[in-house]
């Protein structure tokens, strides 16, 4: 079964730090190859690509830009999001998924800016 979980969220006030974490379970090969996605959706809105993660190169949505950092570590199976200097704006459901999506979502993980 093809499945990202994702952890790391929590409350964190304006200007705070917060590191998400993707595990992939499915084939290793199929992870490493392809361009792998961070997303997030805010409530009444709709569900945004904010950053991914090719083989060798990364990009970023305008709004996370200098921000956020996305990372991978293909041995673990595993996508990383650093999030600096947080915004109110940046609370969301954050998950991840290949970039176009094919596959299953996740739970996602609650990312809460608020002072």
């Known amino acids: 079964q093809v499945q990202f979980v994702e952890s790391g969220g929590g409350l964190v006030q304006p200007g705070g730090s917060l590191r998400l974490s993707c595990s992939f379970s499915g084939v290793s090969l199929w992870f490493r190859l392809n361009t792998v996605g961070w997303y997030r959706q805010a409530p009444g809105k709709e569900r945004d690509l904010v950053a991914q993660?090719?083989?060798?190169?990364?990009s970023y949505a305008d709004s996370v830009k200098g921000r956020f950092t996305i990372s991978r570590d293909n041995a673990k199976n595993t996508v990383y999001l650093q999030m600096n200097s947080l915004k109110v704006e940046d609370t969301a459901v954050y998950y991840c998924?290949?970039?176009?999506?094919?596959?299953?979502w996740g739970q996602g993980t609650q990312v809460t800016v608020s002072s």
């Open positions: 998924n290949f970039v176009p999506v094919i596959a299953s």
């Open positions: 993660i090719l083989p060798d190169t990364t």
